[in-house]
């Protein structure tokens, strides 16, 4: 069964543009979940999705948002960038029918650099 | 709010060794814990995931433990070898799939 996947994985852009992210879960995963990585905070949760819905919303401002299409693929989005955004940004899928219990599987992510 | 310590923040060992790796907690409401290994600049590799209601699961050198009323988790690598070099992290889930993360351990394993 194919991975997590994130394109793209590189990224540079200047403060005050916008980004957008994606995020193609594991087949028959319905949950993706968006993750931060920084040196400075570690790993913080920004939000997770299920069947198009969001369940759950970490502690990140507007400008951070995302949507899940009908096939279960995401994509995050961050407006107006700033130098902090700098980041790895990893995508998580899971499914409580896949060995129970939500185990969530990681993609490679997507690595942000603000300029 | 759930708080996750992680102790060593790093560790060189010889190969060969036997290590330990632990994790802390400050709420035992979860509903599973997950150990994940993390190579420099990559993606996070799921290593074991123990549910609530288990103390201990085992995965070829690899056994985590759980004990809810301490807090604590702890990775147990056995026989360690250079390939097994990398940043480890536990995380928690209270059952919102929001998973709180530790800062990791990262692990050296020398030739």
């Known amino acids: 069964k194919a991975g997590v996947t994130q394109t793209p994985r590189y990224l540079i852009k200047t403060r005050g543009q916008q980004v957008t992210l994606s995020c193609s879960p594991i087949s028959g995963h319905r949950s993706v979940s968006w993750y931060q990585q920084t040196p400075g905070q570690g790993l913080q949760f920004l939000f997770e999705y299920f069947s198009e819905t969001q369940r759950n919303k970490g502690n990140f401002p507007g400008r951070f948002s995302g949507r899940q299409f009908s096939n279960s693929r995401s994509e995050m989005n961050v407006s107006t960038l700033e130098l902090g955004d700098s980041a790895l940004y990893l995508c998580?899928?899971?499914?409580?029918?896949?060995?129970?219990?939500?185990?969530?599987?990681f993609g490679p992510g997507t690595r942000l650099t603000v300029t | 709010k759930q708080e996750v310590t992680q102790i060593p923040a790093a560790l060189s060992v010889p190969e060969g060794e036997n290590l330990v790796l632990n994790c802390s907690f400050t709420?035992?409401?979860?509903?599973?814990l997950q150990w994940f290994r993390q190579d420099p600049g990559k993606g996070l590799t799921s290593l074991l995931l123990i549910q609530s209601s288990q103390r201990e699961q085992t995965s070829g050198r690899l056994n985590a433990s759980l004990d809810k009323s301490s807090g604590r988790s702890t990775l147990y690598i056995a026989a360690s070898q250079p390939g097994d070099s990398a940043t480890y992290l536990c995380?928690?889930?209270?059952?919102?799939?929001?998973?709180?993360f530790g800062s990791g351990t990262r692990l050296q394993v020398q030739p």
């Open positions: 995380a928690l889930d209270t059952g919102r799939r929001a998973l709180t």
């Open positions: 998580a899928s899971s499914s409580p029918r896949d060995r129970g219990f939500n185990e969530q599987y």
């Open positions: 709420d035992s409401a979860i509903y599973n």
